[in-house]
């Protein structure tokens, strides 16, 4: 009997053991440094993703490319994520542009915005979405006037967060880049 339970218990252990949470398995294959293939030996774990890299030095890049971003000084994933969705709510509350999104689904509109501003504002992934004139070309009558609209209302929503303002000077500058393409105004040489 004693013995059965010995053997219980330690296969017990091994089970536990096994189960035990691993490292994630990179996703990428390809280095987002130098665009070649990766060594999959080579990581590095940012927000519980982990990343790899063709050689020791894109790691290094891309470690230090996250530490100097507004991204992760305005606090990473979190921050952006809930600064989205205060945002949408000033964009719907405001009759200078909330006609623009009454057939919009809002879920969508709102994991999209996430996505572009948090790699816009040097996020760990790349933005894959529509590009900004594509998905703006067909609302009527888009002018300066909604697109300064929408940018007080990010600059307002980063205000109430307390953010930094040189930060939010600096995010501002980013989004402000994007009128061009958000107006479908010819690209400037
Ligand atoms: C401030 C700069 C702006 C940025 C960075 C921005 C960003 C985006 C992004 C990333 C998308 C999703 C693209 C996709 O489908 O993959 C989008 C869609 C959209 N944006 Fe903007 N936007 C800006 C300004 C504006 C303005 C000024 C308006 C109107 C007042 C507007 C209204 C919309 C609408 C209605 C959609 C959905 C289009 C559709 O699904 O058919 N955006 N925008």
């Known amino acids: 009997m004693k013995k059965l339970v010995l ?7 091994l089970t536990t053991f096994a189960a035990e949470p691993s490292i994630p398995k990179p996703l990428n294959t390809t280095c987002p ?27 290094q ?11 992760q000084k305005l606090g990473g994933k979190a921050a952006l994520d809930a600064a989205v969705e205060l945002f949408y709510v000033k964009v719907l509350a405001d009759k200078r542009v909330n006609h623009y999104f009454a057939d919009i689904s ?3 509109q709102k994991r999209k915005q996430k996505e572009f501003l948090s790699a816009a504002l040097g996020g760990p992934n790349p933005y894959v979405g529509k590009d900004l004139r594509t998905a703006h070309a067909d609302l009527d009558g ?19 967060l ?22 479908n105004r010819p690209v400037k040489h």
Do not use: W
């Open 142 to 160: 888009l002018n300066d006037s909604h697109f300064d609209a929408i940018a007080e209302h990010l600059q307002a929503t980063l205000q109430e």
């Open 61 to 71: 890049k891309f470690e230090a490319d996250r530490a100097a971003s507004i991204y």
């Open 106 to 108: 809002m879920a969508k």
């Open 33 to 59: 440094i130098t665009g070649k293939a990766v060594n999959p030996a080579i990581t590095f774990i940012y927000e519980d993703q982990t990343f790899a890299f063709a050689d020791e030095a894109s790691r």
């Open 162 to 183: 307390k953010v930094d303002s040189t930060l939010i000077a600096q995010a501002m500058a980013i989004v402000g880049s994007t009128r061009d393409a958000v107006l």
């Open 7 to 13: 053997l219980f218990s330690v296969s017990l252990c």
